[in-house]
């Protein structure tokens, strides 16, 4: 198992327990983004920058990616394409994306950019809580132990 993140739009807070994480557990931890992202040191933990665009962070993942592994992100497509490729996705509230949930997640996606496109302000997600940092820890802590446990 890998654990690939969709950098540019993740939370300093989320890649912080996710550094904890692949250094006390081994798991190696790739950091994908279109511009530099400090990261510790640590032979686990790495950063890939990519050009900058649109999507071309995401589709490096894709490209990299491998059944198995963990993709972090908050972008929908990714998930999707994640899932499709038999990858485990979660976003940095905790949400485990599946197959069973990702295409209502892909279909409210689509439904807000309409309305969004059409001039109605939709405002922003809530700012990240404790609760979501936990539920996150969590969550993450759950398939890293079930990882470890089958490998």
């Known amino acids: 198992m890998q654990i690939w993140v969709d950098a540019d739009s993740c939370p300093a807070v989320i890649k912080d327990i996710l550094f904890k994480a692949a250094k006390r557990t081994g798991v190696q931890l790739m950091m994908v983004a279109n511009q530099p992202v400090r990261i510790?040191?640590?032979?686990?933990?790495?950063?890939?920058?990519?050009?900058?665009g649109f999507d071309v962070a995401d589709n490096e993942i894709v490209k990299r990616l491998s059944a198995g592994d963990l993709v972090i992100t908050g972008d929908i497509p990714l998930a999707t394409e994640a899932i499709e490729q038999g990858?485990?996705?979660?976003?940095?509230?905790?949400?485990?994306?599946?197959?069973?949930?990702?295409?209502?997640r892909l279909n409210m996606r689509d439904f807000m950019d309409t309305l969004r496109a059409s001039g109605i302000n939709t405002g922003g997600p809530p700012a990240l809580s404790q609760s979501d940092r936990k539920s996150f820890?969590?969550?993450?802590?759950?398939?890293?132990?079930?990882?470890?446990?089958n490998a």
């Open 137 to 149: 820890a969590n969550q993450l802590d759950k398939l890293l132990t079930k990882y470890a446990r």
């Open 40 to 52: 510790p040191p640590s032979r686990f933990i790495k950063m890939l920058q990519v050009a900058s």
């Open 87 to 104: 990858a485990f996705a979660l976003n940095p509230r905790g949400e485990m994306y599946s197959a069973d949930n990702i295409r209502a």
